[in-house]
């Protein structure tokens, strides 16, 4: 079974970093580009960055691009999402997900992990 | 970049009702669009990609169409666990989700 399980959200102060980690198991990791996706809460999804299966293409959206930087170790099933500069904007839910083509990505996501909750507050 | 407007916002519908969700994209994309449904306080799960292949696992009740920028999300025979908030979404662009009510 796929299971993907994320870790590393809490509360944070603006400005401050954070990095989340996504553990992913039953499933060849190396094979499929990975994604994170966010949830403010009560409000709806927003595609965060998605990262090739070798690591050598990185995306973002253009909300994030240049504060975030995800990355991935394929030895250690890992994806991460290193988060920088926060904003009280940056508030949400988390979520790892994984690609669901294998080789290239066709930007379907599945399945998702449980998410991991990021609240930027001082 | 593309757009995805999802219609209606909220739709009221009952048990074994028959019920259709819109998503109208800015430009032609394809084809190249999945659902998803988010129960409460949970995460999203894919129901449909490539507009109409309905993912292992899905119901049959489940369906998905497309003509031109227009795709739809059928689900016919609603059932108490389909109640929930579906979003479609092409590559890195989702649209902004239909609440789906008793």
């Known amino acids: 079974e796929v299971q993907l399980v994320e870790s590393g959200g809490g509360l944070v102060q603006p400005g401050r970093s954070l990095r989340l980690s996504c553990a992913a198991s039953?499933?060849?990791?190396?094979?499929?580009?990975m994604h994170w996706v966010r949830q403010a809460p009560g409000k709806g999804l927003e595609w965060v960055s998605g990262?090739?299966?070798?690591?050598?293409?990185?995306d973002y959206a253009d909300s994030v691009r240049g504060r975030f930087t995800i990355s991935r170790d394929n030895a250690k099933n890992s994806l991460y999402l290193q988060l920088s500069d926060l904003r009280a904007e940056d508030t949400a839910f988390y979520y790892c997900?994984?690609?669901?083509?294998?080789?290239?990505?066709?930007?379907?996501?599945?399945?998702w992990g449980q998410g991991t909750l990021v609240t930027v507050s001082s | 970049d593309i757009q995805l407007t999802q219609s209606p916002s909220f739709l009221s519908a009952s048990v074994g009702d028959t019920v259709t969700i819109t998503c109208r994209a800015s430009?032609?994309?394809?084809?190249?669009l999945a659902w998803y449904q988010q129960t409460s306080g949970k995460a999203p799960k894919l129901l449909i990609y490539?507009?109409?292949t309905l993912q292992s696992g899905v119901p049959s009740r489940f369906s998905g169409s497309s003509s031109g920028t227009e795709f739809t999300l059928t689900i016919t025979s609603l059932q108490p666990e389909d109640f929930a908030t579906y979003y479609c979404?092409?590559?890195?662009?989702f649209g902004q989700g239909t609440k789906l009510e008793i």
């Open positions: 039953g499933f060849t990791f190396d094979y499929y580009a």
């Open positions: 997900a994984k690609d669901h083509c294998s080789g290239r990505s066709c930007y379907w996501f599945h399945p």
């Open positions: 430009q032609g994309i394809s084809g190249y």
């Open positions: 490539a507009a109409s």
């Open positions: 979404q092409q590559l890195s662009t």
């Open positions: 990262i090739s299966s070798n690591g050598d293409i990185l």
